[in-house]
C-alpha cells in the first residue's frame, strides 16, 4: 500500500475511541505487570526488598517520563500530520525523536552514576537501604534506551491509528520478565541467585525483547514501507526544534510530577519500612488499575490532535467529553471492586495478614483517588492534544507546588498516617482538572499551529 493512499483521519465515535484505546490499555498493563510481578518475587526476600524497590522503582520512572513526556509530544505531531493527511512527514519526524531519545538515555545514565548516589544518601535516613538502592540504579538505568526507543514506537503506532500491533512487543516483554524474574531473584533455570539486583537484569533483558519483537512486527505488517521509516533520514534542525518545542514543556513537566512521587516515597520512609512497602504496593495497584485511565488519556491527546488537523476544532469538547464517560466507566468499576474486597489485592504479597488490615484503608483512599484521575488525566492530555505543552507545564507546577506542600504538612509537620498522605492525590487530581477544563473550554487554542 502506498503513503499516498492511506488515511489516518478519525471519527469522532465511543467505537473509534475504544478501538485505539484498548490495545494501548493493553500495552500500558504489561509493564505494570511487570512491576508487580517484581514486586511479588523481591515480596519474598523480605519487607527491605519490597520497601527499596520502592524507591528504586518511582527513581526510574521519573527518567522513564522523559521518554514518556518525548513520546507525548511526537505524538501529537505525528497525529496532527495524520489528521492533515501529510503522511509524508511522518517517517522523518519518527527518526529525528529516535536521535534525541538515544542522547536523553545517556544523559540519564551519566546522572544515575555521578549524582544520584549523593542525593539517596542524603535522602533516605537508612544507610542499607541507600546502599542497595544504588546498586540496584547501577544496573537498572541502562534499560533506559531500550525503554526510550521502544515508546517512541507507541508514538509512532497510536500517531497514526495503529495502536492494535502494541500488545505484541508488550507481551513478549512480560513473558520475558516473569521468567527471567524467576531466574535470576531465585537461581531457577540454571541461572545465578542474584537476589533484588536480579529483578534490575530481568527487566532490561524484558524492555530489550519487547523493542526487538515490535520492530519485527511492524516490518513484517509492512508498515516501515508504508510510513518509510527506514529510509536515511539526516539530521534535521527545523522539525528537532519543533519536536523539542513540543516536548520539553512535557518532559518537564512529567519530570516535576514524578520528582514529586520520589519526595512523597522519601517522607513515607521517615515513617518506617512498613509504610514504604505499602506505598510500593499502592503504587503498583495504582498502575495496574490505572491503565484504562491512561489509555483513554493517550487517546484523547492523539484524536484531540487528529480532528484539529482535519479543521474539526468546534467538535473537541464532544470528543473529550465522550472519552472522559468511557475513561470515569472503566474506573467506577474499579472503584466498586476495590472498596468490595480490599484486601484481595494485598494477598499476592505474602506479608501477613496484619500488614493486610494496616495497608486496607490506603487501597479505600486510591479507589477513590483513581475516580479523580479518570477525569483529570483525559482533560490534561486534550490540552496536549491542542498543541500548547507549555500550558500543561504551567498547570502541572500549580498541582506539584500545592501537592508538595500538602504531603509536607500532613507526613512531615503533622505526623499523620500511610492513608492520610495518600490524600495528597485527591488534591493533586482537582487542581489539574479545574484548569484543564478551564483551558480547553476557553478556545485560546484554536488558532494554534504545530
Same mark, same amino acid.
Given at each position: ?19 485505539? !484505546?484498548?490495545? #494501548?490499555? %493493553?500495552?500500558? &498493563?504489561?509493564?505494570?505487570? +511487570? ?5 511479588? @518475587? /523481591? ?72 549524582? !544520584?548516589?549523593? #542525593?539517596? %544518601?542524603?535522602? &533516605?535516613?537508612?544507610?542499607? +537501604? ?5 546498586? @540496584? /540504579? ?75 519483537? #515490535?520492530? %519485527? ?234
Amino acid at each position: 500500500m502506498e503513503t499516498a493512499k492511506l488515511n489516518l483521519q478519525v471519527e469522532i465515535t465511543n467505537r473509534q475511541i475504544l478501538k485505539i !484505546a484498548l490495545p #494501548i490499555a %493493553a500495552s500500558i &498493563l504489561v509493564p505494570q505487570i +511487570n512491576f508487580i510481578t517484581n514486586n511479588i @518475587f /523481591l515480596g519474598g526476600l523480605g519487607e527491605q526488598p519490597l520497601a527499596v524497590a520502592g524507591i528504586t522503582g518511582v527513581y526510574y520512572l521519573v527518567f522513564a517520563v522523559i521518554g514518556v513526556g518525548l513520546n507525548n509530544g511526537v505524538q501529537a505531531l505525528i497525529s496532527r500530520r495524520a489528521g492533515e493527511n501529510r503522511i509524508h512527514e511522518i517517517g522523518n519526524l519518527f527518526n529525528q525523536g529516535i536521535r534525541i531519545s538515544l542522547l536523553f538515555s545517556a544523559f540519564s545514565i551519566a546522572f544515575t552514576y555521578f549524582v !544520584a548516589p549523593s #542525593i539517596l %544518601a542524603v535522602a &533516605l535516613h537508612n544507610e542499607s +537501604n541507600v546502599k542497595m538502592a544504588v546498586h @540496584f /540504579l547501577y544496573i537498572r538505568i541502562w534499560g533506559l534506551p531500550f525503554l526510550y526507543v521502544y515508546q517512541m514506537r507507541n508514538a509512532l503506532l497510536v500517531g497514526t491509528n495503529n495502536s492494535r500491533y502494541l500488545v505484541t512487543g508488550t507481551l513478549a516483554e512480560t513473558i520475558t520478565n516473569i521468567a527471567f524474574d524467576y531466574g535470576l531473584i531465585y537461581g531457577n533455570f540454571w541461572l545465578p541467585k542474584l537476589g533484588f539486583n536480579g529483578a534490575a537484569y530481568a527487566s532490561i533483558i524484558a524492555e530489550a525483547t519487547g523493542l526487538f519483537v #515490535i520492530f %519485527a512486527v511492524m516490518h513484517k505488517r509492512g508498515l516501515g514501507k508504508q510510513l518509510k521509516l527506514f529510509e536515511k533520514y539526516p539530521f534535521d534542525a527545523k522539525n528537532t526544534k519543533l519536536i523539542l518545542v513540543q516536548s520539553l514543556p512535557l518532559i518537564v513537566q512529567y519530570v516535576i510530577s514524578l520528582s514529586s512521587w520520589e519526595f512523597f516515597y522519601i517522607l513515607i520512609e521517615h515513617h518506617g519500612e512498613r509504610a514504604l512497602a505499602i506505598s510500593n504496593i499502592m503504587r503498583n495497584i495504582f498502575g495496574f488499575f490505572g491503565c484504562a485511565t491512561w489509555a483513554f488519556a493517550s487517546t484523547a491527546n492523539s484524536m484531540v490532535s487528529n480532528i484539529i488537523g482535519q479543521g474539526l476544532q468546534h467538535r473537541v469538547i464532544e470528543l473529550v467529553l465522550k472519552i472522559m464517560k468511557l475513561s470515569f466507566g472503566f474506573s467506577f468499576c474499579v472503584f466498586l471492586l476495590l472498596n468490595l474486597a480490599p484486601g484481595l489485592p494485598m494477598h499476592m504479597y505474602a506479608q501477613g495478614e496484619d500488614f493486610i488490615l494496616e495497608a486496607i484503608p490506603v487501597v479505600r483512599v486510591v479507589s477513590v483517588a483513581m475516580l479523580f484521575m479518570a477525569c483529570a488525566s483525559i482533560w490534561l492530555n486534550a490540552v496536549i492534544g491542542t498543541g500548547n505543552t507549555r500550558v500543561n507545564l504551567a498547570i502541572e507546577i500549580f498541582a506539584i507546588t500545592i501537592y508538595s506542600i500538602y504531603i509536607y504538612i500532613i507526613l512531615e509537620q503533622l505526623n499523620l498516617s500511610t492513608a492520610m498522605g495518600w490524600t495528597s492525590e485527591w488534591v493533586y487530581w482537582t487542581c489539574i482538572l479545574v484548569p484543564s477544563i478551564l483551558y480547553v473550554r476557553s478556545g485560546k487554542w484554536k488558532h494554534k499551529k504545530i
